[in-house]
């Protein structure tokens, strides 16, 4: 069936260098997507999104690119922070805009 | 705003038993949603609601119940609990139904059935 995943579960970084979390979609047809932050104990947290007819976009601190022909997302983080630790998702969203589904997750850790 | 709160934060329940996880929300959305978290593992959706009076399943139904009877409102019902359902339930909201619409999560309910 139509998937989201990411290719690694744990990211080790030291401070101040730069994160880059991936992700790969299978639905060549979504056209949404979401990079969520949860901390521990804690509920997702909006990070940055990005549609389909873009191919990066900038927040701050934080980059999500987006290569439609391989089906591939990722976020960049810029000099990580020991605040930045968490474990990171990237979702998609549906056609009709009323389902997230989810990947598997990617845990963060900043070495000080 | 308090934004999405849900209560309780922990709960054990023994198989077979029944309990309401309670999500409110203050932000005035229309759209929301119940999701569960296994360890380690992404959110799977249960139900989802566009307005009172409305609900739709999701990927994950099986064993779960809600009701949506105003707008703030969106409480889900396990009537038998089973081991599988030992998961953290993340309840969210959005205002709109459109392909680029937010969801603000509560801060989860972490239910243990033995």
């Known amino acids: 069936g139509e998937s989201v995943g990411l290719h690694l579960p744990t990211l080790s970084v030291q401070e101040g260098d730069n994160s880059i979390i991936n992700c790969a979609y299978s639905n060549s047809a979504s056209d949404y997507f979401i990079w969520y932050k949860q901390e521990s104990g804690k509920g997702p947290q909006f990070i940055i999104d990005i549609r389909s007819n873009m191919d990066k976009r900038q927040g701050q601190r934080v980059t999500v690119l987006l290569n439609k022909t391989v089906k591939h997302l990722s976020l960049q983080i810029a000099a990580t922070q020991p605040g930045d630790s968490a474990v990171y998702f990237c979702?998609?969203?549906?056609?009709?805009?009323?389902?997230?589904?989810f990947g598997g997750g990617t845990r963060l850790m900043v070495k000080p | 705003n308090a934004g999405v709160t849900q209560t309780p934060k922990f709960r054990i329940l023994k198989i077979g038993q029944s309990m309401t996880l309670q999500c409110t929300q203050d932000m005035n959305h229309n759209y929301m949603y119940w999701y569960r978290q296994d360890p380690g593992m992404g959110l799977k959706l249960i139900y989802y609601s566009v307005g009172a009076g409305i609900t739709d399943k999701g990927e994950v139904p099986n064993g779960y119940n809600v009701s949506r009877s105003t707008t703030e409102d969106f409480p889900l019902r396990l009537e038998l609990a089973a081991p599988s359902q030992t998961s953290v339930y993340f309840c969210?909201?959005?205002?709109?139904?459109?392909?680029?619409?937010?969801?603000?999560f509560g801060p989860g309910t972490r239910l243990t059935v033995l």
């Open positions: 979702a998609e969203m549906n056609n009709a805009g009323n389902m997230l589904t």
């Open positions: 969210a909201s959005s205002r709109y139904q459109s392909s680029y619409n937010e969801q603000f």
